[in-house]
């Protein structure tokens, strides 16, 4: 099942993808491919982080009052990986207020710089996406998306606490969404186009250092055992908006006045 597709899962796809990821035998794996992520550098005083731009459609944690349990989840959790992960400064752990998924991904760095910087369409590009929502028909629901968060996975360069939809229209609330979206004519234009599928996370954690290879089975073996624990609790995401935010680097995420926002 290759994760760089052009469509969304189907929800049964999705979920296998999800608890896949969080098997220990996916988690050994992946902690031996683990690699540094560049985002971040450690000066041996303080965390430094590294220019990154570009904008996304997110939803923040903090969003909805309703998560502030899930919330204090997360900082036990990374206060469990900062306690237990070594070296320690190998890791940088985000702050609560980047907490997020992002629903759709725009554009950022050079792709960012090549169609919408250098075209001078910056100071335009908040109305640009808000024509696109503005043409996206979703049905209103009362009551925000629920998405399951099941375990810790270990993705390329970061360490992420990943979700499942329990049900079929919470999951089609999100990937219609996102076929509308990314079928609008004028962001095509843009080069805005669907790069990979939806996958519901929350980024705690990115690895800024190389680790050996007893590190890694030490990273293996702490994602394991907070799984564990994990498993034996109901933790949810409650998602109802979904917010235009722009970042200049991966640590901070806003929005502004005149940045749209959609029900989904």
Aim: aromatic share 12%.
């Amino acid at each position: 099942m290759a994760l760089f597709q052009s469509v969304d899962f189907s929800l049964e796809e999705y979920t296998q993808r999800q608890m896949h990821e969080i098997s220990p035998e996916r988690v050994a794996e992946k902690a031996f491919q683990a690699k540094v992520a560049g985002k971040f550098i450690w000066n041996d005083a303080d965390w430094i982080p590294n220019d990154y731009k570009g904008y996304a459609i997110i939803t923040q944690l903090d969003d909805l009052s309703i998560n502030l349990p899930l919330i204090e989840r997360l900082k036990a959790l990374q206060a469990s990986l900062a306690e237990k992960l070594q070296p320690n400064h190998a890791f940088y752990q985000l702050s609560v207020e980047s907490f997020h998924q992002t629903v759709a991904n725009t554009l950022s760095a050079d792709r960012f710089e090549k169609n919408i910087a250098v075209a001078g369409l910056e100071d335009q590009y908040p109305q640009i996406i808000e024509q696109a929502f503005n043409a996206i028909h979703l049905p209103d629901f009362s009551e925000p998306i629920k998405m399951k968060m099941v375990g810790l996975s270990i993705f390329g360069t970061a360490i992420g606490l990943l979700g499942i939809l329990e049900n079929q229209t919470d999951y089609e609330r999100i990937t219609n969404f996102r076929k509308d979206f990314y079928l609008n004519d004028s962001l095509a234009q843009l080069d805005i186009k669907m790069t990979r599928p939806f996958i519901g996370h929350i980024t705690l954690t990115y690895i800024e250092h190389p680790l050996s290879e007893e590190e890694k089975q030490h990273l293996s073996n702490t994602i394991l055992a907070l799984n564990e624990q994990l498993n034996k609790e109901e933790n949810y995401f409650y998602l109802s908006n979904t917010t235009l935010r722009q970042y200049n680097n991966l640590g901070t995420f806003y929005t502004q006045n005149n940045y749209p926002s959609i029900q989904l």
